[in-house]
């Protein structure tokens, strides 16, 4: 059973539609190579900025909001409910490792993949997380392998490279999502760094048929909004748009003030994300997974920019998805949502063929690591 114990680093802590699906793809390809695997708990790495005076504060205020505000009810209601659906989904589909005392590891595997998501954000909203051995791997002397490791950045900080080089110094195979994240990689380390598909995309779209299963999130049309930025522009044309075809407006509950724009506010862990998906009439999302998921799932979509300034870099993954499925005009600004009425119907058959090559090449390359 040489080299066939593998562990995964990524983040589990977040509940994060994308963050754990990815999780469990990147998970479920390697079962099926062959291999054994489980995914190293990062529960307990708290974040520094994440005090436990704040945590009672903050409760307080909940408390206080949840007794004089009926929509902030609603949206904690539904906050409760998916924080148990997502609990309940790792538990059934997740294998964990919940050891946290790294001299372990090495005793219980042969090799560790790192990856994917943004796990090498270096921006300031993550780099006081991330800035850890454990996201690198650093506690090991035992064959690295990154996959689709993302950095989620245009530029990485100069005052980030020497640490960010020591850390890669000793990785057998470098792969990256985007295709400036690998440019990046190899610029700062020298070596060669393979542009891979998201873990999401190594498994079929039957396998995620199968899991979502035939029971039916409603029997009613829908249009379904997942939105990770507060937008006015996009939440009035999703509105507007729900309105003109007398269809139902249907939002996950990821934002406060969206406890009061939609016809159904949804309560949603994994599994039940995917199956809003499946069932929609059309998808409107900022969400790179939630883009890839309505390909997946042949659900007609809008994807939205969603980042601004500094943080501009961000949208690159979806810009670069949408350009190499020759389907740009999916992309959507403020200033042109008009377009979207006279986008036409999308060739989803077309729009996989195209992703194949891709893919296959992400799978030979993941195989190839693991094997060697």
């Given amino acids: 059973m040489r080299n066939k114990r593998t562990a995964t680093i990524t983040?589990?802590?977040?509940?994060?539609?994308?963050?754990?699906?990815?999780?469990?793809?990147?998970?479920?390809?390697?079962?099926?190579?062959?291999?054994?695997?489980?995914?190293?708990?990062?529960?307990?790495?708290?974040?520094?900025?994440?005090?436990?005076s704040n945590i009672f504060f903050i409760r307080v205020i909940q408390w206080v909001k949840l007794l004089l505000n009926p929509s902030f009810k609603l949206y904690y209601k539904n906050k409760v409910k998916s924080k148990k659906l997502f609990i309940r989904?790792?538990?059934?589909?997740?294998?964990?490792?919940?050891?946290?005392?790294?001299?372990?590891?090495?005793?219980k595997y042969?090799?560790?993949?790192?990856?994917?998501?943004?796990?090498?954000?270096?921006?300031?909203?993550?780099?006081?997380?991330?800035?850890?051995p454990f996201y690198y791997a650093g506690f090991t002397n035992k064959k690295k392998i990154s996959y689709a490791s993302s950095l989620g950045v245009s530029a990485y900080p100069d005052k980030h490279l020497k640490q960010?080089?020591?850390?890669?110094?000793?990785?057998?195979?470098?792969?990256?999502?985007?295709d400036i994240g690998c440019k990046i990689i190899a610029d700062i380390t020298g070596k060669e760094v393979t542009h891979?598909?998201?873990?999401?995309?190594?498994?079929?779209?039957?396998?995620?048929?199968?899991?979502?299963?035939?029971?039916?999130?409603?029997?009613?049309?829908y249009v379904l909004a997942y939105f990770l930025s507060d937008n006015k522009y996009y939440l009035d044309y999703v509105r507007q748009y729900a309105s003109k075809y007398h269809i139902s407006l249907k939002m996950f509950h990821?934002?406060?003030?969206?406890?009061?724009?939609?016809?159904?506010?949804?309560?949603?862990?994994?599994?039940?994300?995917?199956?809003?998906?499946?069932?929609?009439?059309?998808?409107?999302?900022?969400?790179?997974?939630?883009?890839?998921?309505a390909i997946?799932?042949?659900?007609?979509?809008?994807?939205?920019?969603?980042f601004n300034g500094q943080?501009?870099?961000?949208?690159?993954?979806?810009?670069?998805?949408?350009?190499?499925?020759?389907?740009?005009?999916?992309?959507?600004?403020?200033?042109?949502?008009?377009?979207?009425?006279?986008?036409?119907?999308?060739?989803?058959?077309?729009i996989k063929q195209k992703l194949s090559m891709n893919i296959e090449l992400s799978r030979i390359f993941l195989q190839k690591a693991l094997e060697s």
Avoid at 164 to 178: G, H, N, T, V
Avoid at 325 to 346: A, G, H, T
Wanted: proline share 4%; aromatic share 14%.
């Fill in 11 to 52: 983040w589990v802590k977040h509940y994060n539609f994308g963050t754990i699906l990815q999780a469990y793809a990147l998970q479920q390809y390697i079962l099926y190579l062959g291999y054994e695997n489980h995914i190293l708990n990062d529960t307990y790495i708290i974040e520094p900025d994440q005090k436990k």
């Fill in 196 to 221: 891979v598909v998201d873990p999401t995309l190594l498994l079929p779209s039957d396998n995620w048929r199968k899991l979502i299963g035939e029971k039916p999130t409603s029997h009613e049309k």
């Fill in 164 to 178: 960010f080089r020591e850390y890669l110094s000793d990785y057998k195979y470098l792969s990256a999502r985007e």
């Fill in 296 to 306: 997946q799932l042949d659900t007609p979509f809008v994807a939205f920019k969603r």
């Fill in 89 to 107: 989904f790792i538990t059934d589909y997740l294998l964990i490792d919940y050891d946290t005392d790294w001299r372990l590891f090495d005793d």
């Fill in 311 to 350: 943080n501009e870099g961000q949208n690159q993954r979806l810009i670069s998805l949408l350009s190499t499925l020759d389907i740009s005009d999916r992309f959507i600004r403020e200033d042109n949502c008009e377009k979207i009425e006279d986008l036409l119907p999308l060739n989803f058959k077309s």
């Fill in 254 to 293: 990821n934002l406060k003030k969206y406890s009061c724009c939609a016809d159904e506010l949804v309560a949603a862990g994994p599994l039940e994300f995917l199956q809003y998906i499946d069932g929609a009439s059309i998808l409107f999302t900022d969400s790179f997974h939630g883009t890839l998921f």
């Fill in 110 to 132: 042969d090799q560790y993949i790192v990856g994917s998501d943004q796990i090498w954000n270096p921006g300031p909203i993550w780099y006081k997380e991330l800035n850890t």
